[in-house]
């Protein structure tokens, strides 16, 4: 189990893939932990990168898991959405989270 939550974060903005927050350098990337880290795309205390943090926390796990010689394989992704996106409509909120989800299976 990998857990990444912040409280009273919103899928439109602070987990949105396409924000200048949370996009990087999409070609250099080598897919790793460590470049997101080094190249500046993380900050673990902003709450406007919570998609780039999230890719982070699962890249650094699987790359522990992998150094340590543990299989493992994905079985599911959950996600539990607050109020924090209460005002919007239905369709909004549908959108933003397949994007965040489709973002999710293409970057970490």
Known sequence: ???????????????????DD??????????TAEWL????????????????????????ATEALAAAGVAYEWKSFVWVQGSADKLDSWQNIGENTARLFDAVRERA
Do not use: H, I, Q
């Open 37 to 60: 880290l080094a190249n500046g795309a993380v900050d673990l205390t902003d709450k406007k990168k919570l998609f780039v943090n999230l890719v982070y926390t699962a890249r650094l």
């Open 22 to 31: 949370n996009s990087w350098d999409y070609s250099a990337d080598d897919g």
């Open 1 to 19: 189990v990998v857990k990444y939550c912040w409280g009273g974060s919103n899928v439109r903005v602070e987990w949105n893939p396409a924000t």
